[in-house]
């Protein structure tokens, strides 16, 4: 099956700062979503970007299909963007999603 | 619109024992996912239904597990006898189209089996 490589696996970050989260798939997929775990274990959804670059306030992510990768962006970050930060894709013909492990992020006053 | 919400939030329960999770799907997706994230490993599929009908159960572990879906409406995830391994977290997502398009994840049952 696909693998799914996400880096670094934890990021320690100071308020304000900004960061680069990454995300390497072995396939072409067709699906590819960013979610945020929050503390009580929701996964939100961030964005559905197979492809291209979305923008929602301070978080961006840009994924360049070709190459199997994406990025999420995190700008001026706040301690409510704590952490799992978690990429996953979908590939032709199948539904299911495939997990990279989760980038872990605490955001320090 | 309400999300997908799954019930219960926690359960605890003793090994040899059984368990039912639940789900209940954005209303109108047809698709529903049952995913699952046991300690220290990744997020995997366990297995995807469309309305009714179980389009995909190649994530289920092993027997002791069973998917239901009547009515192509809520889900039921049955674990039966439990053992300690299956102790984690499971998530139901819910979609609307046929093909690659967003799922929207419950807040998970965390499931502890002591």
């Known amino acids: 099956g696909i693998q799914v490589e996400q880096s670094p696996p934890d990021l320690i970050l100071q308020e304000g700062a900004n960061s680069t989260l990454r995300c390497n798939f072995s396939?072409?997929?067709?699906?590819l979503q960013w979610f945020h775990q929050n503390p009580w274990g929701q996964l939100i959804n961030l964005f559905y970007i197979p492809s291209g670059t979305k923008q929602n306030g301070r978080l961006s992510a840009t994924t360049v299909a070709t190459e199997r990768y994406s990025l999420l962006y995190i700008s001026s970050s706040q301690t409510t963007d704590s952490g799992v930060y978690f990429c996953?894709?979908?590939?032709?013909?199948?539904?299911?999603?495939?997990f990279g492990a989760g980038t872990t992020v605490t955001v320090r006053a | 619109e309400a999300g997908v919400t799954q019930f219960p939030s926690h359960s605890v329960i003793e090994k040899g024992q059984t368990v039912t999770l639940r789900c209940d799907p954005i209303?109108?997706?047809?698709?529903l996912y049952w995913y699952r994230r046991v300690m220290g490993k990744e997020i995997k599929f366990l297995l995807h239904?469309?309305?009714?009908?179980?389009?995909?159960e190649s994530g289920m572990p092993n027997n002791r597990f069973l998917a239901e879906r009547t009515g192509g409406t809520y889900s039921t995830l049955k674990v039966q006898p439990a053992e300690l391994e299956d102790s984690g977290v499971y998530f139901c997502?819910?979609?609307?189209?046929?093909?690659?398009?967003?799922?929207?994840f419950g807040a998970g049952t965390r499931l502890s089996v002591l």
């Open positions: 239904f469309v309305k009714e009908s179980k389009q995909d």
């Open positions: 996953a894709v979908g590939v032709s013909n199948d539904y299911k999603l495939s």
């Open positions: 209303s109108g997706h047809d698709n």
């Open positions: 396939d072409s997929v067709n699906n």
């Open positions: 997502a819910s979609s609307q189209a046929r093909g690659p398009t967003i799922q929207y």
